[in-house]
C-alpha cells in the first residue's frame, strides 16, 4: 500500500487571507489563472488580489480559461507568463481553470518546449509554483496530480503524464455561495463519481478506503440541499467542498475508471458538462459491481438501489438520454484505452462497457 499527496492544505473560513504570508512566500510576481466570469463574481479573485497586494507581491491576470481547457489555450497562457515574468501560478476556479494552472506552471518552467511537451512521458515534470482555490465542490484538483486537457485533434480530453501536485490547496466553502444551482449539481455528482470510481477500483487499499468513506459520509450530508428540500448552510458548503477534496485525495492515488473514460468523447462532442457526463454512466458501472462493493458504495451514499441514485441523479442533472451513436462512439473510444480499463475490478471487456454505457436506455 501507499499514499501519497504532498499538498498542504488548509481548509477554513477566510482561507485565503489566513494563508497569504505562505502564498507570498512562494515567489514575487504571480500568474493568477481564472476563467472568465465565476472566480469575480465568488469573491476569490478579489481574496487573492487583496492577500498578494497585503504582502506587497505583483501579479498579473489571464481569465481565459474555457472548460474543458484545451492544449492551446495553455501554450497562449504559458506565453503570458513568460513575457511578465512570473515566477509562480494561482490557479482559481472549478476544475478547468485549476487543471489548467498545472499545465501553465509545467510549461512556463520548460519554456523552451514546445506543446507537444506536455504529452511526453519520461520527462521532467517541475513547475513554477502553484497555489490552487476551488470555487466548485466536484473536481478535487486541488489535491490531485492530474491535469486533464481538450485535445482537439482527437476530438477527445486526456491527462498530460506529468504528475503535478500544486503546493498549497485554499478551500473555503463560502465560495460555492453565488454558484448557480446546475453547477453545485454537476460538480457534486462529479465528486461522488470519483468516490465511487476510486472505492470499485483493483488498486484500491486501505488508505483510498479511508478516504472514500469518509468522502462518502459527508457527501452524503448535503443530499437534500441538492435535492432542493431545505437551504444550504455554511456547513453544508464547507461539507460539499471537503467531500470533493477526499474524492480527489481518493482518485489521486488510485485513478479514475470508466465513467470517466466514457465521459470525455461526450463531453468534446455533446458539449455535456463533465460532472452530469460522468454521473450519466455510474449507474451502469456500480449495476456490473461486485454486489458487496456495490451495496457499500450504494449504503455509504444514502442511497438503496441503483435505481435510487438514478433517480436523484435525473432530478439533478435532467433525464435526456444521449443517441446511441454517440454511447457506441465513447465505446469504441475506450475499448482503445487498456491502462484505463485495468482499473476495473471485474471483467470489462467490450459487451460488459456497452452494458454500462446503455445500461440507462
Given at each position: 500500500m501507499k499514499f501519497f499527496m504532498p499538498t498542504k492544505l488548509y481548509q477554513e473560513s477566510d482561507c485565503v487571507a489566513r494563508h497569504s504570508a505562505e502564498i507570498a512566500a512562494l515567489g514575487s510576481r504571480a500568474l493568477i489563472?481564472?476563467?472568465?466570469?465565476?472566480?469575480?463574481?465568488?469573491?476569490?479573485?478579489?481574496?487573492?488580489?487583496?492577500?498578494?497586494?497585503?504582502?506587497?507581491?505583483?501579479?498579473?491576470?489571464?481569465?481565459?480559461?474555457?472548460?474543458?481547457?484545451?492544449?492551446?489555450?495553455?501554450?497562449?497562457?504559458r506565453d503570458f507568463g513568460v513575457e511578465n515574468g512570473v515566477d509562480f501560478v494561482i490557479g482559481i476556479g472549478g476544475g478547468s481553470p485549476l487543471d489548467a494552472a498545472k499545465?501553465?506552471?509545467?510549461?512556463?518552467?520548460?519554456?523552451?518546449?514546445?506543446?507537444?511537451?506536455?504529452?511526453?512521458?519520461?520527462?521532467?515534470?517541475?513547475?513554477?509554483?502553484?497555489?490552487?482555490?476551488?470555487?466548485?465542490?466536484?473536481?478535487?484538483?486541488?489535491?490531485?496530480?492530474?491535469?486533464?486537457?481538450?485535445?482537439?485533434?482527437?476530438?477527445?480530453?486526456?491527462?498530460?503524464?506529468?504528475?503535478?501536485?500544486?503546493?498549497?490547496?485554499?478551500?473555503?466553502?463560502?465560495?460555492?455561495?453565488?454558484?448557480?444551482?446546475?453547477?453545485?449539481?454537476?460538480?457534486?455528482?462529479?465528486?461522488?463519481?470519483?468516490?465511487?470510481?476510486?472505492?470499485?477500483?483493483i488498486d484500491a487499499d486501505d488508505y483510498t478506503h479511508m478516504c472514500v468513506a469518509e468522502g462518502l459520509r459527508v457527501w452524503k450530508r448535503s443530499k437534500a440541499v441538492l435535492l432542493g428540500e431545505r437551504q444550504a448552510t455554511d456547513e453544508d458548503f464547507a461539507n460539499l467542498m471537503n467531500a470533493s477534496s477526499l474524492a480527489g485525495m481518493s482518485i489521486a492515488q488510485v485513478g479514475t475508471t470508466v465513467p470517466h473514460g466514457l465521459s470525455y468523447p461526450v463531453t468534446y462532442n455533446q458539449h455535456m458538462p463533465h460532472g452530469k457526463a460522468v454521473g450519466y454512466f455510474q449507474a451502469g458501472y456500480l449495476a456490473e459491481a461486485d454486489a458487496a462493493d456495490r451495496e457499500e458504495a450504494l449504503t455509504l451514499a444514502g442511497f438503496d438501489s441503483v435505481d435510487d441514485y438514478q433517480n436523484f441523479y435525473e432530478a439533478l442533472c435532467g433525464s435526456d438520454k444521449l443517441a446511441d451513436a454517440d454511447l457506441e462512439y465513447?465505446?469504441?473510444?475506450?475499448?482503445?484505452?487498456?491502462?484505463?480499463?485495468?482499473?476495473?475490478?471485474?471483467?470489462?471487456?467490450?459487451?460488459?462497457l456497452r452494458r454500462i454505457a446503455f445500461y440507462t436506455k
Open positions: 489563472v481564472t476563467g472568465r466570469h465565476s472566480a469575480k463574481a465568488n469573491g476569490a479573485y478579489a481574496d487573492v488580489c487583496q492577500a498578494l497586494d497585503r504582502a506587497k507581491i505583483a501579479h498579473v491576470l489571464f481569465d481565459e480559461v474555457e472548460q474543458n481547457p484545451s492544449i492551446e489555450t495553455v501554450m497562449k497562457a499545465a501553465i506552471a509545467l510549461m512556463i518552467k520548460h519554456q523552451d518546449q514546445d506543446r507537444s511537451y506536455l504529452y511526453q512521458k519520461g520527462a521532467d515534470s517541475s513547475t513554477l509554483p502553484i497555489v490552487e482555490v476551488p470555487t466548485t465542490c466536484g473536481t478535487g484538483s486541488e489535491v490531485t496530480p492530474v491535469s486533464v486537457l481538450t485535445i482537439h485533434a482527437e476530438k477527445t480530453k486526456g491527462s498530460i503524464p506529468h504528475k503535478i501536485f500544486a503546493d498549497y490547496a485554499l478551500i473555503d466553502g463560502k465560495y460555492l455561495k453565488s454558484a448557480p444551482a446546475s453547477v453545485l449539481h454537476n460538480t457534486a455528482i462529479d465528486a461522488l463519481a470519483h468516490l465511487w470510481e476510486a472505492l470499485i477500483n465513447a465505446v469504441d473510444v475506450l475499448a482503445g484505452k487498456p491502462d484505463k480499463l485495468k482499473k476495473v475490478p471485474y471483467t470489462c471487456d467490450r459487451e460488459v
